[in-house]
Structure formats: structure tokens, C-alpha cells
């Protein structure tokens, strides 16, 4: 109990360091089982009957996952069994951090549509143009504005001047953050804040007809 406690506490010191966007590592892992928690709430079978006991590795995921899982729950503020997809984040990871580099996808310099445009073929199957404006006009994915649809892996679409209309691309998570490039780089920031929001043009999903595919 007094560990289920400390992680609470830890989750919300965490959460108090979002000026700075986001969160590069996370210094901890679960290494909770099913039975440790029965015993240190004193849980017998019998009791479980009235009780939700909630273990956190039933899908046996390696600690590498685990550690992922834990990092993008309190990057993203949500709960770990909202960070599903092992895959999707297991790409972002390492590139958190890459400076802003126009057209150019390398660990020295990176560009979002790029990254994107390579992450959607890897982590989604699906092939897109390496710039915005292609993506937008893209026959795999659906274009929608409405803020309250945005999914996991949906794309969101920036205007940054009038000579471009569909200017930049990010990819939104959960929780109101997205993947996005800015001057500071590659990271994850929120939705909600006003250079995002000025900027808003639409979202883009995979349509059912590519997904059948």
C-alpha cells in the first residue's frame, strides 16, 4: 500500500513539471504482481469476490514496455491502460527532443510531416506525402474540425501564413497533447495552448476504406 501510495504522489510532482512541456525520462517502472498486491492489502480469495484487484501486467509486457507505458501515462495525463498502442510510442520515443529541421528526417535536424509520413507507414501501414498539404488531400485519410472526435494517431492540421494554407502537421495522442515540431523541436505539447489553437485548420483519420486494406 505504502508503494501504491508513493506513485500516486510521484504521478502528481510529474504532472506539477508540465512548463516544460514534456517529459524526456521517467526515473521508475512498475514492478507490481497480482499476488504482491494481495498481500500487502491483506486480500484473501474469499475477498476478491467484493473487491477489483487490478493487475498491472496482465498482458506480460517486457519492462522495456512497461516503463514506456508508464512514462507516456504521466507525460499524457491519463491513466497506463489508456497507452495501448506499444508501437506508436515505442517510435516517438526516441526521437523526442530532435531539433526542428525543415524537409529533413535525421537525429540532427527533423521535420514533423517527414517524421509522420514515416511513422504512419510503420506504425499504421498506411503511405502519405512527406508534406501537409499532400496529406491533407490524401484519398487514405478523412478530414474532420471537430476538436471533441480527436482520437489516438489522428493527424491535426496548422496554417502558420496565408501563402499556406495547410502549413504544419502534428499527431494527437491523448489528453489534449500532441506530437508536434516546433522551434524548440520535437515534443509533446498541449493542444490547448494558444499558438496551437490560433493556428487549428482540421484533423485527418484513417478512413474505414484504407484500414480494410
Not at 84 to 103: G, V
Request: aromatic share 14%; hydrophobic share 35%; charged share 25%.
Amino acid at each position: 500500500m505504502r508503494q501504491a501510495v508513493l506513485l500516486i504522489i510521484m504521478m502528481h510532482l510529474c504532472l506539477a513539471c508540465y512548463a516544460q512541456k514534456y517529459i524526456s525520462q521517467i526515473p521508475f517502472k512498475y514492478d507490481y504482481s497480482l499476488d504482491q498486491l494481495k498481500k500487502q492489502s491483506k486480500i484473501g480469495e474469499a475477498d476478491l469476490k467484493n473487491k477489483t484487484v487490478v493487475d498491472d501486467n496482465s498482458e506480460n509486457l517486457s519492462d522495456e514496455i512497461l516503463a514506456l507505458k508508464e512514462k507516456y501515462s504521466i507525460v499524457l495525463a491519463v491513466m497506463p491502460n489508456k497507452i495501448r498502442n506499444y508501437k506508436l510510442y515505442s517510435y516517438i520515443d526516441p526521437w523526442i527532443n530532435t531539433p526542428y529541421k525543415e524537409k529533413s528526417f535525421s537525429k540532427t535536424g527533423i521535420d514533423c510531416a517527414y517524421f509522420l509520413q514515416s511513422l504512419y507507414s510503420d506504425v499504421y501501414q498506411v503511405t502519405l506525402p512527406k508534406d501537409p498539404a499532400g496529406m491533407w488531400k490524401s484519398k487514405s485519410i478523412q478530414i474532420f474540425t471537430g476538436r471533441s472526435f480527436l482520437a489516438e494517431g489522428d493527424l491535426v492540421f496548422f496554417r502558420y501564413d496565408k501563402d499556406h494554407p495547410i502549413s504544419d502537421v502534428g499527431l494527437y495522442l491523448h489528453n489534449d497533447r500532441i506530437l508536434a515540431c516546433t522551434e524548440k523541436g520535437l515534443a509533446i505539447y498541449n493542444f490547448n495552448d494558444e499558438y496551437f489553437q490560433l493556428r487549428y485548420i482540421g484533423a485527418g483519420r484513417i478512413n474505414e476504406d484504407t484500414k480494410k486494406k
